[in-house]
């Protein structure tokens, strides 16, 4: 089956930075539209930021203008560059594919484990 797995959480102060990576494997024919979530202890998952094959991006106000998606479609990765990272950030961040299964040729979905970001002095 389809596995999407995340890398690159961990401890930072204010104002830092982290990139986290989020790989996808199996039998995927093409991936649509990938993303990332987070989710705050006590909140709702939110769409962070998301990005189209052709290279179309989506972001939550909150972290416009700090955060950037970007992709690297030969390898069906996707990456989350975060800077001026602040204490509000602090999350599980989870990827999300849409992908046309290399098996059925049908429209499917999955989500990454999950990796922590924390933002704190």
């Known amino acids: 089956q389809v596995q999407l797995v995340e890398s690159g959480g961990g401890l930072v102060q204010p104002g830092g930075s982290l990139r986290l990576s989020c790989a996808a494997s199996?039998?995927?024919?093409?991936?649509?539209?990938m993303g990332w979530y987070r989710q705050a202890p006590g909140k709702q998952r939110e769409l962070v930021a998301a990005i189209t094959r052709g290279g179309s991006t989506n972001y939550a106000d909150s972290v416009k203008g700090r955060f950037t998606i970007s992709r690297d479609n030969a390898k069906n990765t996707v990456y989350l560059q975060m800077n001026s990272l602040k204490p509000e950030d602090t999350a599980v961040y989870y990827c999300?594919?849409?992908?046309?299964?290399?098996?059925?040729?049908?429209?499917?979905?999955?989500w990454g484990q999950g990796t922590q970001v924390t933002v704190s002095s």
């Open positions: 199996g039998s995927i024919f093409v991936i649509s539209t």
């Open positions: 999300n594919a849409d992908f046309i299964s290399g098996r059925t040729l049908e429209i499917d979905n999955y």
